[in-house]
């Protein structure tokens, strides 16, 4: 289970920027997003581990939404094994969690969706542990190639805010 503390200093893990356009029907705000993740998983990792926390910014509100990798049979019907997350920062930086669990609470709008949830996208993405972000991508299960989108290596980069900003 991830707690706020393990979301301190996420700006400071590997990150990735994207800068295409939010994909269609998606309840997350257009434009460039930013994605930390806490550590990489190993190179031939059909899954992410236990334990794993992906972080995403969304720069044209700020918004910040986070998954973590609970593992078992967490969120049976959803992305199986992960918890999400919306995130909230003070002034001074520190991070809080607004609320966690299968999807946002009722009556809670999930970047600017009430009707939105995190489920139904990510389901999309089964054959790479429900992560949909390109560079995140996973070794195939069957043993071959990681799928078309790239490997972690090849787009993630460490560095926090500065890499964010390429």
Known sequence: MAFG??????????????????VSGSPHAAGPRTVFINHEPPPDATAFPVGTIIVKRT???????ARAKRGGDYNASGAV??????????????????WRGFGPPLGEAYGGDPAAGCNAC?????DNDYVLTPGLTLASPDGGAP????????????GGDDAASD
Do not use: M, R
């Open 122 to 126: 990510h389901k999309l993405a089964v």
């Open 81 to 98: 094994g992960w918890e999400w997350f919306e995130l909230t920062t003070s002034a001074s930086g520190a991070v809080a969690i607004k």
């Open 147 to 158: 799928p078309p989108g790239g490997d972690v290596d090849a787009a993630v980069e460490t």
């Open 59 to 65: 720069e044209a509100d700020g918004q910040l939404f």
């Open 5 to 22: 503390p393990d979301f301190q200093g996420f700006v400071d893990w590997p990150s990735l920027a994207l800068q295409f356009p939010s």
